[in-house]
């Protein structure tokens, strides 16, 4: 199993552009979310899906959108890029929807908004 | 509102002595607790966690981490450090009440040195 893959790994965008960064795993997990990470934050929950067709909103949702067409790929899209969004990326996925099950993270994106 | 607190933004010890990296909770009801670790350019990976019974929870590379309800916290521990543990580690939490959300702590940088 590849786990949980992300593209790219690395993205610069000027203010005002958009983007989708892919998420992807072959784990058959019900349960994916995006975060992202800044220093001296921790990781805040951007959006989440409990299965194919079913999004929610997590922490810090503006700003994204996500979908979720099939078990296996989870994107995010940035909308309108801003600096503020200048971040590392993480996509995760969990087995279940139970609670109690850990999550597997993908090797991040490293986005930079100029 | 659930939070995590990790006190300290950096632990530093010498390899072969015990560590101790902290982590306090606060949550409704009764708590899934995680810890994952991340090391450079790389996305987290789960380490232990604890949903119910004994108190010592066991865990990867010979980490274990101890729940304490009257202190609120789960502390994670190892009785003798390695050089490779140099890594980012943060704590999370989620209620067993319910709720998708996965709240990390700000994370611990821990340095292990010869």
């Known amino acids: 199993n590849a786990g949980v893959t992300q593209t790219p790994k690395f993205q610069v965008l000027k203010t005002g552009q958009s983007m989708t960064l892919q998420c992807a795993q072959d784990?058959?997990?019900?349960?994916m979310s995006w975060y992202r990470q800044d220093p001296g934050m921790g990781l805040r929950l951007i959006h989440y899906?409990?299965?194919?067709?079913?999004?929610d909103q997590g922490e810090v949702p503006n700003g994204y959108n996500v979908s979720r067409s099939t078990t296996e790929d989870f994107p995010l899209r940035l909308l309108s890029a801003a600096p503020s969004q200048t971040s590392v990326y993480f996509c995760?996925?969990?087995?279940?929807?139970?609670?109690?099950?850990?999550?597997?993270f993908g090797p991040g994106t490293r986005l930079t908004v100029t | 509102a659930q939070s995590v607190a990790q006190p300290e933004d950096q632990v530093n010890v010498a390899e072969g002595n015990p560590l101790t990296v902290k982590c306090t909770y606060s949550v409704s009801g009764n708590p899934y607790l995680f810890w994952y670790v991340q090391y450079p350019n790389r996305g987290l990976q789960f380490l232990l966690k604890?949903?119910?019974?004994?108190?010592l929870v066991k865990g990867s590379y010979g980490f274990e981490a101890e729940f304490n309800k009257s202190q609120t916290s789960f502390h994670l521990k190892k009785p003798s450090a390695l050089v490779s543990d140099s890594a980012l580690y943060f704590c999370?939490?989620?209620?067993?009440?319910?709720?998708?959300?996965?709240?990390f702590g700000t994370g611990t940088q821990l340095k292990v040195e010869l």
């Open positions: 604890y949903i119910t019974g004994d108190n």
């Open positions: 899906s409990v299965g194919a067709g079913i999004t």
């Open positions: 995760a996925s969990s087995m279940g929807l139970a609670l109690s099950y850990e999550q597997y």
């Open positions: 999370a939490v989620r209620p067993t009440g319910g709720g998708n959300k996965l709240t």
């Open positions: 784990m058959n997990h019900e349960y």
